[in-house]
Protein backbone atom coordinates (compact mmCIF):
# COMPACT_ATOMS: atom_id res chain seq x y z
CA UNK A 1 0.00 0.00 0.00
CA UNK A 2 0.71 3.62 -0.35
CA UNK A 3 -0.14 6.27 1.73
CA UNK A 4 0.10 10.09 1.44
CA UNK A 5 0.28 12.51 4.45
CA UNK A 6 0.18 16.34 3.66
CA UNK A 7 1.10 18.95 6.52
CA UNK A 8 1.71 22.95 6.37
CA UNK A 9 -1.94 24.19 5.46
CA UNK A 10 -3.23 27.01 7.47
CA UNK A 11 -4.36 30.30 7.50
CA UNK A 12 -2.09 33.14 5.59
CA UNK A 13 -2.49 37.00 4.28
CA UNK A 14 -2.67 37.23 0.41
CA UNK A 15 0.12 37.65 -0.85
CA UNK A 16 2.33 35.77 1.56
CA UNK A 17 3.65 32.44 1.62
CA UNK A 18 3.17 28.97 2.76
CA UNK A 19 4.69 25.45 2.29
CA UNK A 20 3.12 22.48 2.30
CA UNK A 21 4.42 18.81 2.73
CA UNK A 22 3.72 15.47 1.72
CA UNK A 23 5.05 12.46 2.87
CA UNK A 24 4.70 9.40 1.15
CA UNK A 25 5.19 5.70 2.97
CA UNK A 26 4.48 2.38 1.88
CA UNK A 27 5.58 0.81 -0.48
CA UNK A 28 7.10 3.24 -2.72
CA UNK A 29 10.96 3.40 -1.83
CA UNK A 30 12.02 6.43 -4.38
CA UNK A 31 9.69 8.63 -4.92
CA UNK A 32 11.96 10.19 -7.73
CA UNK A 33 10.65 6.97 -9.97
CA UNK A 34 7.10 7.73 -10.27
CA UNK A 35 4.80 10.62 -10.79
CA UNK A 36 4.10 13.06 -7.74
CA UNK A 37 1.42 15.67 -7.96
CA UNK A 38 -0.67 17.79 -5.84
CA UNK A 39 -4.59 18.98 -6.57
CA UNK A 40 -6.72 21.28 -5.17
CA UNK A 41 -10.61 21.83 -4.63
CA UNK A 42 -12.89 24.29 -2.73
CA UNK A 43 -16.29 23.08 -1.48
CA UNK A 44 -18.89 23.07 -4.61
CA UNK A 45 -15.98 22.83 -7.25
CA UNK A 46 -14.85 20.44 -9.23
CA UNK A 47 -10.97 19.06 -8.06
CA UNK A 48 -8.39 20.79 -9.98
CA UNK A 49 -5.15 19.89 -10.98
CA UNK A 50 -2.12 22.24 -9.32
CA UNK A 51 1.41 21.17 -10.35
CA UNK A 52 3.02 17.52 -11.63
CA UNK A 53 6.63 16.57 -11.08
CA UNK A 54 7.48 13.62 -13.55
CA UNK A 55 10.94 12.74 -14.30
CA UNK A 56 10.02 12.41 -17.99
CA UNK A 57 8.09 15.59 -18.49
CA UNK A 58 9.66 17.56 -15.92
CA UNK A 59 7.28 19.74 -13.84
CA UNK A 60 4.24 21.42 -14.75
CA UNK A 61 1.85 23.80 -13.45
CA UNK A 62 -1.37 25.07 -14.34
CA UNK A 63 -1.97 28.55 -15.45
CA UNK A 64 -3.40 29.62 -12.19
CA UNK A 65 -0.25 29.01 -9.97
CA UNK A 66 2.19 28.81 -12.64
CA UNK A 67 5.10 31.39 -12.08
CA UNK A 68 3.96 31.56 -8.32
CA UNK A 69 3.82 28.09 -7.29
CA UNK A 70 6.72 25.08 -7.05
CA UNK A 71 6.64 21.70 -6.59
CA UNK A 72 9.85 19.53 -5.86
CA UNK A 73 11.23 16.00 -4.23
CA UNK A 74 13.01 14.93 -1.60
CA UNK A 75 13.87 11.11 -1.86
CA UNK A 76 16.02 11.02 1.50
CA UNK A 77 12.85 12.44 2.96
CA UNK A 78 10.25 10.51 0.83
CA UNK A 79 8.28 14.00 0.88
CA UNK A 80 6.84 16.30 -1.83
CA UNK A 81 6.58 19.83 -1.60
CA UNK A 82 4.65 22.62 -2.84
CA UNK A 83 5.74 26.13 -2.46
CA UNK A 84 3.23 28.55 -2.80
CA UNK A 85 4.15 32.59 -3.36
CA UNK A 86 2.06 35.58 -3.65
CA UNK A 87 -0.81 33.84 -2.53
CA UNK A 88 -4.51 35.08 -3.65
CA UNK A 89 -7.67 34.68 -2.10
CA UNK A 90 -8.69 32.10 -4.99
CA UNK A 91 -5.95 30.02 -4.23
CA UNK A 92 -8.39 29.13 -0.94
CA UNK A 93 -8.42 25.29 -1.39
CA UNK A 94 -8.03 21.85 0.06
CA UNK A 95 -4.68 20.55 -1.09
CA UNK A 96 -4.46 17.28 -1.88
CA UNK A 97 -0.93 15.20 -2.81
CA UNK A 98 -1.16 12.59 -5.58
CA UNK A 99 0.56 10.02 -6.97
CA UNK A 100 0.74 6.86 -9.12
CA UNK A 101 2.47 3.41 -9.02
CA UNK A 102 1.73 0.14 -10.71
CA UNK A 103 -1.60 1.07 -12.37
CA UNK A 104 -3.29 2.58 -8.73
CA UNK A 105 -3.66 6.33 -7.99
CA UNK A 106 -3.28 7.49 -4.24
CA UNK A 107 -4.58 10.43 -2.52
CA UNK A 108 -3.72 11.65 0.80
CA UNK A 109 -6.20 13.33 3.21
CA UNK A 110 -6.05 16.68 2.00
CA UNK A 111 -4.80 19.86 4.00
CA UNK A 112 -6.53 23.23 3.80
CA UNK A 113 -5.46 26.45 2.89
CA UNK A 114 -7.07 29.54 3.80
CA UNK A 115 -5.67 33.23 2.52
CA UNK A 116 -7.55 36.03 3.86
CA UNK A 117 -7.80 39.11 1.41
Known amino acids: QVQLVESGGGLVQAGGSLRLSCVVS??????????VGWHRQAPGKQREFVAL???????TYSCAVKSRFTITRDNAKKTVYLDMNRLKPEDTEVYYC?????????WGQGTQVTVAS
Open 98 to 106: ITARLGDTY
Open 26 to 35: GSISCINDIP
Open 53 to 59: ASSVDGN
